[in-house]
């Protein structure tokens, strides 16, 4: 009798341990795929509704949404949308160059497990797929991956991923900063929505100005709020399509915190403010950027400054570098309206 209970018990623990190793199997979705899964494609991207990027080595990771005027962050933010698009064009026409081989399965799985990207893929709202994107191949001609699928479980077996008719490591799609999907716009303004432009140059206060849209082809110009009677209208009409399209050129990669703070406090080379018609605002501070090697001006004495690039601070606190080709244009004084011989005030 005792023996009999002896076995039940051993059979019924027996039965909770199974139990509770598939439980604990299943929580931290480990469970493995019955076979090897190689489907890493979605064919039907337009279905694609939310992708999630993460990686193993700190980033804090991307999360992008579909919208109906397009991708944008989980806040509504907008995105790179080609960076998206390509991401896109990856799940669609992704194939498998070849198994990896079966000795080496066990070592770049390891690998995949201490050093990947990870992407989500979400379509009509649920998680299908997950890919897990580790090291290029030596020949740098396919990308070690591995994929869970949410039905049948993680596959045990990496393969070699590749795009045909593209040579390269697919890794570098996967960007899982923030910081490239931020978009670059600065301003963008039909020309006949802007209320007004104010601009000051600290080092030449004299010269500042500030442009009023009175209608679609009557304006003022004031040089430090004294009224200028006499200015080119069509110089303030190019000045204001100078607004239509402004773009920063990237993010900053290169100075420190310590450094920025030090560029925002200096005094700005000119500020920048946009009013439109329907009472918004939008604003910049340029600073000028050391000129970053040794370079001869004109007059043969070394430059101190860049003459290329400047510093942009945007309305929400971030330095990003600009282009003088593009901000150049925005950065007048009131001479450019009333002409070289104006004597400011």
């Known amino acids: 009798m005792k023996n009999i209970k002896t076995i039940i018990i051993i059979v019924v623990l027996a039965g909770l341990a199974s139990v509770a190793y598939k439980l604990s199997d ?41 919208t109906a005027g397009g991708w944008t962050t989980q806040e509504g933010e907008c995105v790179q949308q080609h960076l998206v698009q390509t991401l896109l064009e990856t799940i669609k026409y992704i194939k498998v160059k070849s198994p990896v081989s079966k000795g080496s399965i066990e070592t770049v799985n ?20 997950t890919w897990y994107v580790g090291d290029p191949t030596q020949d740098q001609y396919g990308t070690f991956m591995l994929l869970k699928d949410e039905e049948k479980g993680k596959s045990p077996e990496p393969f070699i991923m590749h795009l045909p008719n593209m040579y390269g490591n697919l890794s570098t799609r996967f960007i899982t900063s923030p910081l490239p999907f931020q978009c670059t716009e600065v301003f963008r303004y039909d020309p006949i929505d802007i209320a007004s432009v104010e601009v000051t140059i ?3 206060a004299f010269l500042n100005f500030k442009v009023l849209a009175n209608s679609e082809n009557s304006f003022s110009v ?15 009409r190019n000045y204001l399509v100078g607004f239509r399209k402004v773009h920063f050129e990237n993010h900053n990669y290169v100075l420190p915190k310590t450094s920025v703070d030090s560029v925002k406090q200096s005094t700005p080379f000119y500020t920048i403010k946009v ?12 600073f000028r950027r ?9 007059d043969g004495e070394l430059l101190e400054f860049d003459q290329d690039r400047v510093w942009v601070e945007l309305e929400n606190g971030a330095l990003v570098l600009g282009q003088y080709y593009v901000f150049g244009k925005l950065m007048r004084d009131i001479r450019f309206f009333a002409g070289p011989q104006f004597q400011g005030s």
Request: glycine content about 8%.
């Open 222 to 236: 004031f040089n430090n709020a004294n009224a200028v009677e006499e200015f080119d209208t069509t110089q303030v």
């Open 110 to 129: 390891k690998s995949l497990a201490a050093h990947n990207k990870k992407m989500e893929i979400y379509q009509n709202g649920n998680l299908i797929k």
């Open 275 to 286: 009013t439109s018609k329907d009472g918004e605002s939008a604003g910049v501070r340029i």
């Open 26 to 66: 299943k929580s931290t979705g480990s469970n493995l795929a019955d076979a090897a899964l190689s489907d890493f494609a979605v064919k039907d991207t337009t279905s694609i509704d939310k992708l999630v990027l993460t990686d193993t080595e700190g980033n804090s990771g991307v999360t992008v949404m579909r």
């Open 290 to 298: 050391s000129q970053q090697y040794e370079k001869l001006g004109l």
């Open 202 to 204: 600290p080092d030449s």
